[in-house]
Protein backbone atom coordinates (compact mmCIF):
# COMPACT_ATOMS: atom_id res chain seq x y z
CA UNK A 1 0.00 0.00 0.00
CA UNK A 2 2.64 2.32 1.17
CA UNK A 3 4.29 1.89 -2.70
CA UNK A 4 1.08 2.71 -4.51
CA UNK A 5 1.03 5.90 -2.36
CA UNK A 6 4.45 7.11 -2.98
CA UNK A 7 3.69 6.73 -6.81
CA UNK A 8 0.37 8.90 -6.66
CA UNK A 9 2.29 11.90 -7.05
CA UNK A 10 3.71 10.32 -10.59
CA UNK A 11 0.21 9.03 -11.11
CA UNK A 12 -1.37 12.33 -11.06
CA UNK A 13 1.53 13.87 -12.81
CA UNK A 14 0.57 11.86 -15.85
CA UNK A 15 -2.68 12.48 -15.83
CA UNK A 16 -2.62 15.94 -15.87
CA UNK A 17 0.12 15.93 -18.09
CA UNK A 18 -2.15 14.09 -20.74
CA UNK A 19 -5.10 15.79 -20.44
CA UNK A 20 -2.81 18.96 -21.38
CA UNK A 21 -1.03 17.70 -24.17
CA UNK A 22 -4.89 16.48 -25.36
CA UNK A 23 -5.84 20.60 -24.60
CA UNK A 24 -2.79 21.74 -27.01
CA UNK A 25 -3.68 19.29 -29.63
CA UNK A 26 -7.31 20.60 -29.73
CA UNK A 27 -5.90 24.26 -29.80
CA UNK A 28 -3.48 23.50 -32.41
CA UNK A 29 -5.52 21.68 -34.75
CA UNK A 30 -9.12 22.55 -34.69
CA UNK A 31 -10.81 25.69 -35.71
CA UNK A 32 -13.02 27.06 -33.00
CA UNK A 33 -15.08 29.79 -31.87
CA UNK A 34 -12.73 32.30 -30.54
CA UNK A 35 -14.18 32.18 -26.71
CA UNK A 36 -14.02 28.66 -26.95
CA UNK A 37 -9.94 29.03 -27.55
CA UNK A 38 -9.68 31.73 -24.92
CA UNK A 39 -11.29 29.07 -22.48
CA UNK A 40 -9.41 26.46 -23.81
CA UNK A 41 -5.86 28.62 -23.44
CA UNK A 42 -7.03 29.56 -19.47
CA UNK A 43 -7.82 25.63 -18.90
CA UNK A 44 -4.45 24.63 -20.29
CA UNK A 45 -2.80 27.61 -18.20
CA UNK A 46 -5.31 26.18 -14.93
CA UNK A 47 -3.59 22.84 -15.82
CA UNK A 48 -0.18 24.38 -15.84
CA UNK A 49 -0.72 25.56 -12.14
CA UNK A 50 -2.31 22.95 -10.90
CA UNK A 51 1.12 21.20 -12.02
CA UNK A 52 3.45 23.69 -10.76
CA UNK A 53 1.39 24.60 -7.61
CA UNK A 54 1.46 20.69 -6.56
CA UNK A 55 5.13 20.51 -7.64
CA UNK A 56 4.28 17.14 -9.70
CA UNK A 57 7.18 17.14 -11.72
CA UNK A 58 10.63 16.51 -10.84
CA UNK A 59 13.54 19.47 -10.47
CA UNK A 60 15.27 17.94 -13.12
CA UNK A 61 12.31 17.77 -15.37
CA UNK A 62 12.08 22.22 -14.82
CA UNK A 63 12.00 22.27 -18.76
CA UNK A 64 9.00 20.03 -19.46
CA UNK A 65 6.45 23.42 -18.11
CA UNK A 66 8.34 25.70 -20.47
CA UNK A 67 7.75 23.34 -23.06
CA UNK A 68 3.78 22.87 -22.21
CA UNK A 69 4.00 27.10 -21.99
CA UNK A 70 5.41 27.33 -25.48
CA UNK A 71 3.24 24.69 -26.87
CA UNK A 72 0.21 26.80 -25.67
CA UNK A 73 1.46 30.06 -26.20
CA UNK A 74 2.48 28.98 -29.65
CA UNK A 75 -0.69 27.21 -30.38
CA UNK A 76 -2.74 30.36 -29.62
CA UNK A 77 -0.72 32.23 -32.23
CA UNK A 78 -1.52 30.04 -34.69
CA UNK A 79 -5.16 29.53 -34.19
CA UNK A 80 -5.49 33.46 -33.91
CA UNK A 81 -4.03 33.53 -37.27
CA UNK A 82 -6.26 30.86 -39.01
CA UNK A 83 -9.50 32.73 -37.42
CA UNK A 84 -8.10 35.87 -38.76
CA UNK A 85 -6.94 34.86 -42.06
CA UNK A 86 -8.74 31.39 -43.10
CA UNK A 87 -12.38 31.09 -43.37
CA UNK A 88 -14.41 28.58 -41.32
CA UNK A 89 -15.37 25.08 -43.14
CA UNK A 90 -18.15 25.72 -45.84
CA UNK A 91 -20.20 22.40 -44.58
CA UNK A 92 -18.52 21.31 -41.17
CA UNK A 93 -19.17 17.96 -39.71
CA UNK A 94 -21.69 17.99 -36.47
CA UNK A 95 -18.53 17.97 -34.60
CA UNK A 96 -17.02 20.79 -35.90
CA UNK A 97 -20.51 22.52 -36.47
CA UNK A 98 -20.29 22.85 -32.30
CA UNK A 99 -16.96 24.12 -32.06
CA UNK A 100 -17.84 26.61 -34.49
CA UNK A 101 -20.29 28.12 -31.81
CA UNK A 102 -19.63 30.16 -28.38
CA UNK A 103 -19.48 27.78 -25.89
CA UNK A 104 -22.02 27.56 -23.09
CA UNK A 105 -21.62 30.45 -20.56
CA UNK A 106 -21.86 27.97 -17.97
CA UNK A 107 -18.03 26.59 -19.34
CA UNK A 108 -16.58 29.80 -18.99
CA UNK A 109 -18.02 30.80 -15.96
CA UNK A 110 -16.67 27.35 -14.45
CA UNK A 111 -13.33 28.00 -15.85
CA UNK A 112 -12.95 31.52 -14.62
CA UNK A 113 -13.65 30.29 -10.86
CA UNK A 114 -11.66 27.34 -11.26
CA UNK A 115 -8.52 29.57 -12.19
CA UNK A 116 -9.79 32.13 -9.35
CA UNK A 117 -9.45 29.43 -6.80
CA UNK A 118 -6.29 28.21 -8.03
CA UNK A 119 -4.72 31.93 -7.71
CA UNK A 120 -6.05 32.36 -4.20
CA UNK A 121 -4.62 28.91 -3.71
CA UNK A 122 -1.44 29.60 -4.81
CA UNK A 123 -1.69 33.46 -2.97
CA UNK A 124 -2.50 31.44 0.19
CA UNK A 125 0.99 28.79 -0.30
CA UNK A 126 3.00 31.86 -1.04
Do not use: C
Not at 87 to 114: H, N, T, Y
Amino acid sequence: MNAVLSLLPLLVAAVLAVALVVTIVQIWARYQHPMRLALQAVGAASLMGVIGLAGLLPDALWWVSWAFTLAILLGIAFSARRLLVGAPPSEPSPRKAELLDPPPRSSAVVEVLFWLALVVVALIAG
